[in-house]
């Protein structure tokens, strides 16, 4: 099944989807996607996505073999890997590092084109970033 066919059918369900993935967990493979809805994520909510989703998948899965089928909030640390990610999580705390080493605590404040515009914690300044000098960036919630 494509992302698109995916997106559609999480639509349908009244959210939407974050991201995929797929791991091996104690030799188990697991297909697990992440959703988001604008209020949180709720236990029900992802079991409700799930019951929908399984037989549906089943008839087209992700790779050959057993798998399992996890429906899952990104959670309040996640992974920002693509701008759609970075545009979904503006107003939130990131930290990211760059590919030359650099690594920032900022806000997110917006996405313009390919740059993430930051609030930099430690300088007190805004700054504009470009994405695709982004190695690994991840949402933090501080106390």
Excluded at 20 to 48: G, H, M, P, Q, W
Excluded at 93 to 108: E, N, Q, S, T
Excluded at 127 to 142: D, G, Q, R, V
Aim: aromatic share 10%; charged share 35%; hydrophobic share 35%.
């Amino acid at each position: 099944m494509d992302n698109q066919t995916l997106t559609n059918l999480l639509k349908d369900c009244g959210v939407n989807l974050y991201d995929t993935e797929t791991v091996t967990e104690n030799d188990k493979k697991i297909f697990r996607i992440y959703i988001t809805t604008k209020e949180a994520v709720t236990l029900d909510k992802c079991t409700e996505v799930t019951k929908i989703l399984s037989p549906i998948i089943d008839l087209d899965p992700p790779f050959r073999g057993e798998y399992f089928l996890e429906v899952s909030s990104p959670g309040i640390d996640r992974k920002l890997t693509t701008l759609q990610h970075f545009k979904l999580s503006i107003g939130d705390l990131v930290k990211l590092k760059l590919g030359d080493g650099r690594k920032f605590k900022a806000k997110i404040l917006d996405v313009e084109d390919q740059n993430i515009k930051l609030y930099d914690k430690e300088e007190k300044s805004e700054i504009l970033i470009p994405f695709n000098e982004i190695n690994k960036a991840k949402t933090y919630f501080e106390w």
